[in-house]
């Protein structure tokens, strides 16, 4: 499984973005699919989840001002960001999960800057 994140780029605060994640190859077995970030001089943490049945989970930090969705048929996740923060700037990583496989993908991510 390849995966490749794009539609990040500079923005300032309080505006928006939507980064798709582009996944081929053996995408039928992916169940989970994630966005992870990681801020420069910080750990990577989890944003959101959407898993293969449409349950969705989010980190606190973006509640309310971030969206995952998934689109099988384009086998393409996307992160809809508004009401973006200056704490939001991090590269955005892409991150699928084969448990069937016992493997898992990551995207080379997309850097999101937000300025003032």
């Known amino acids: 499984v390849q995966l490749v994140e794009s539609g990040g780029g500079l923005v300032h605060a309080g505006g928006s973005l939507r980064l798709p994640c582009a996944a081929s190859g053996s995408t039928v077995s992916i169940d989970a699919m994630d966005w992870y970030r990681q801020a420069p001089g910080k750990q990577r943490e989890l944003v959101a989840t959407i898993t293969s049945d449409g349950s969705i989970e989010y980190a606190d930090s973006v509640k309310g001002r971030f969206t995952i969705s998934r689109d099988n048929a384009k086998n393409t996740m996307y992160l809809q960001m508004n009401s973006l923060k200056l704490e939001d700037t991090a590269v955005y990583y892409c991150?699928?999960?084969?448990?069937?496989?016992?493997?898992?993908?990551w995207g080379k991510g997309t850097l999101v800057t937000v300025s003032s």
């Open positions: 991150y699928a999960d084969l448990p069937l496989e016992g493997i898992d993908y």
